[in-house]
């Protein structure tokens, strides 16, 4: 079964990543990368939490037959940069993907971006935003090709982030960061693991 989380990272070619740097405000195509990666298995993660609620994979399901059929994935720079519009605008909703994915904890999660891959605030949130559509097209896309239900998407899922768990050992960090419920607190930890160059190496990898 494919792994999301390098399938989106396998996308971030240098033009995308141009596209990005420059959209966002920002001067160095490496910090860009380190934060796409964040972001990858940040919603990965957050999105393999959502689905185990009950309804939670019947309601992305919806949402991807509805607005996220993996075109995005055709055009990256092109939609990503502006250049070129979907028929279906609604996919490019990354605040409202946002809101519903991470709910409270979105502040967090920026300041964590911005922690790991030096990016300030401003632009690690626009990145958020940016990449958000592309997570869920990725998966709409997979849907499709595989023809998978529910249950096959819990499982892609599940299984992409326990393979990359595997790999590094960080991503439990993550799902803290995540269980967190927007108290703020799990940030103490965040510079403690920043000032050790922890999860610095491990957006780097």
Do not use: C, W, Y
Request: charged residues 20%; hydrophobic residues 40%; glycine residues 14%.
């Amino acid at each position: 079964m494919a792994n999301l989380i390098e399938l989106l990272q396998s996308q971030m070619t240098d033009q995308v990543l141009d596209t990005l740097t420059s959209k966002i405000g920002a001067t160095d195509r490496t910090q860009t990368k380190a934060a796409a990666d964040g972001i990858f298995s940040t919603l990965a993660t957050a999105l393999s939490k959502n689905v185990q609620k009950p309804g939670g994979a019947d309601g992305l399901i919806g949402a991807l037959d509805r607005d996220h059929d993996g075109s995005i994935m055709d055009d990256l720079a092109g939609i990503l940069g502006g250049q070129k519009q979907p028929q279906n605008t609604s996919m490019l909703n990354g605040a409202g993907i946002l809101k519903h994915v991470l709910g409270g904890n979105q502040s967090n999660v920026i300041d964590m971006v911005a922690k790991m891959s030096g990016l300030n605030q401003n632009s690690s949130g626009s990145l958020l935003t940016m990449l958000a559509p592309m997570v869920l097209g990725a998966l709409g896309k997979q849907k499709r090709q595989s023809g998978l239900d529910a249950s096959g998407i819990t499982d892609l899922l599940t299984n992409s982030v326990k393979s990359q768990a595997n790999n590094n050992a960080q991503m439990g960090f993550i799902g803290k960061l995540l269980d967190a419920d927007g108290d703020g607190s799990v940030m103490d930890d965040i510079a403690g693991m920043v000032g050790k160059n922890i999860l610095g190496n491990f957006f780097k990898r």
